[in-house]
């Protein structure tokens, strides 16, 4: 859902071998993020997907410098934004902003949700009382609040509305970048669709690019532009949407999809389901070579020992958003790719 772009000749966004180490209580490193590369352009939408545990929040945080990155640079409109001080990075902080998972956690609830919506405009200086006071008003109206519920405070509201009011205070600044984390998982699934909605306007609207982090491949399918897949702390495969949907390469993305549900019963029935063996490994002894060789049904002995490069292989279509990086031993350059569900299925 490409809107109009802000006019900047880069990238949005260019993160480049980004790491995370923490160290561990017990002892040891846990390497959440180990070496994400991913650009955004003006106007696109990246969908982030993965397991739980695979990084992809963490790589949101170090992207609004959340989380400090272990190394790595992470660029916003040209800018890297690793290597500034705290002051130094404040007024470039209305450039990009960070649409969190719970908006119960994330709304001050001392103030009312028109303080809430104003305080990005106060501390960059944007706009006088009277201007805060319209722009509020208006960005109130434009995520489909009703204007009495300026004076109300965070546990008033509905989860659905607490997010709403949190998208309408990422845009009270109009960022070229919003990073939304989750944005939908911890409200009802009634709302759910609503709030998707309401992102895929604003963003057509407004032209903003965004990072969309989600475990929902229905959501990220319907968003996003393009697609990242993370398998523990690594970017296995990046896509174009469609093309991604239609014909995943790496053995981690078609287990992926052939676990998300169809609306066609039919179809559904007729799907090979690839189960993987085992669990998550653990970041803080991640297995060597190939991160996914423990659970991959086509894992050979060089998966086991040489980590595969995440390179381009051959795309399905052409422009601006052609391109596809896989990072398998087993996918070659013209893109033919083994089927995972069928070595699946041989060795069940």
């Given at each position: 859902m490409t809107g109009s772009p802000h006019l900047?000749?880069?990238?949005?966004l260019a993160v480049r071998d980004l790491t995370r180490h923490f160290t561990a209580a017990g002892g040891g490193t846990v390497r959440a993020v180990d070496g994400v590369t991913l650009t955004i352009e003006p106007g696109e939408v990246l969908g982030l997907v993965g397991e739980s545990g695979s990084g992809k929040s963490t790589v949101g945080r170090c992207v609004v410098r959340l989380d400090q990155p272990t190394g790595g640079s992470v660029r916003i409109n040209g800018t890297d934004v690793t290597t500034l001080s705290p002051r130094a990075l404040r007024p470039l902080r209305k450039d990009f902003h960070l649409v969190f998972q719970d908006p119960s956690s994330s709304l001050n609830p001392r103030m009312?949700?028109?303080?809430?919506?104003?305080?990005?405009?106060?501390?960059?200086?944007?706009?006088?009382?009277?201007?805060?006071?319209?722009?509020?008003?208006?960005?109130?109206?434009?995520?489909?609040?009703?204007p009495e519920l300026a004076d109300r405070s965070p546990h008033e509201l509905s989860g659905g509305q607490r997010q709403r009011v949190s998208i309408a205070r990422a845009l009270s600044v109009n960022p070229s970048l919003l990073v939304a984390d989750e944005p939908t998982s911890a409200l009802d699934v009634s709302v759910q669709a609503s709030v998707l909605n309401l992102l895929a306007d604003l963003q057509k609207e407004?032209?903003?690019?965004?990072?969309?982090?989600?475990?929902?491949?229905?959501?990220?399918?319907?968003?996003?532009d393009r697609i990242a897949v993370m398998y523990l702390g690594r970017i296995v495969e990046q896509a174009p949407a469609a093309d991604l949907f239609a014909a995943p390469k790496h053995p981690y993305t078609q287990a992926l999809?052939?676990?998300?549900?169809?609306?066609?019963?039919?179809?559904?029935?007729?799907?090979?389901?690839?189960?993987?063996?085992?669990?998550?490994?653990?970041?803080?002894?991640?297995?060597?070579?190939?991160?996914?060789?423990?659970?991959?049904?086509?894992a050979t002995d060089r998966c086991r020992a040489e980590a595969p490069v995440l390179r381009t292989v051959a795309a399905s279509r052409t422009g601006p958003a052609a391109g596809r990086q896989v990072a398998c031993h087993l996918v070659a350059d013209d893109g033919t790719v083994p089927d995972a569900a069928q070595a699946a299925a041989t060795a069940a």
């Open positions: 900047t000749e880069a990238p949005v009312t949700i028109r303080r809430i919506v104003a305080e990005p405009l106060r501390l960059h200086g944007m706009a006088s009382r009277q201007e805060a006071a319209d722009r509020v008003d208006a960005l109130l109206a434009q995520v489909g609040l009703r407004r032209g903003f690019g965004c990072l969309f982090i989600t475990h929902d491949l229905a959501a990220v399918e319907y968003l996003a999809l052939s676990a998300a549900p169809v609306p066609d019963p039919a179809e559904q029935r007729g799907r090979s389901r690839i189960v993987l063996g085992g669990d998550l490994p653990s970041p803080l002894d991640p297995p060597p070579g190939c991160h996914f060789h423990t659970r991959c049904p086509l």
